[in-house]
């Protein structure tokens, strides 16, 4: 069984930065960051390739969001700079075994972690 932990979320002023990591055990997998707004539904956010050259992004974060895996550590990082009120919501790691922004083709996913930007 696949664990997924994320951390870093928190509250940020517009503008600002968060870093998220996610802790995950088992073999290494292409990961993605997906989140969910208040009264939303989920989306796709960041992915990375299990070999770490290969990564995507949503057109809203592009350019402001950066995706990054150490392997040594078994950790994937999600790097957010110049965050928007409407990057407020729970972000979730996922693992799979495919490059996708389809949710529903990710095995595993973590608990979820606050990000909440302040205008």
């Known amino acids: 069984q696949v664990q997924l932990v994320e951390s870093g979320g928190g509250l940020v002023q517009a503008g600002g930065s968060l870093r998220l990591s996610c802790a995950h055990s088992g073999r290494t997998y292409t990961m993605g960051w997906f989140r969910q707004a208040p009264g939303k539904e989920r989306e796709f956010a960041a992915a990375?390739?299990?070999?770490?050259?290969?990564?995507d992004y949503a057109d809203s974060v592009k350019g402001r969001f950066t995706i990054s895996r150490d392997k040594a550590k078994n950790t994937v990082y999600l790097q957010m700079d110049s965050l928007k009120p409407e990057d407020t919501a729970v972000y979730y790691c996922a693992a799979g075994g495919l490059m996708t922004r389809q949710e529903r083709l990710y095995d595993y996913w973590g608990q979820g972690t606050q990000v909440t930007v302040s205008s």
């Open positions: 990375i390739s299990w070999s770490g050259y290969s990564t």
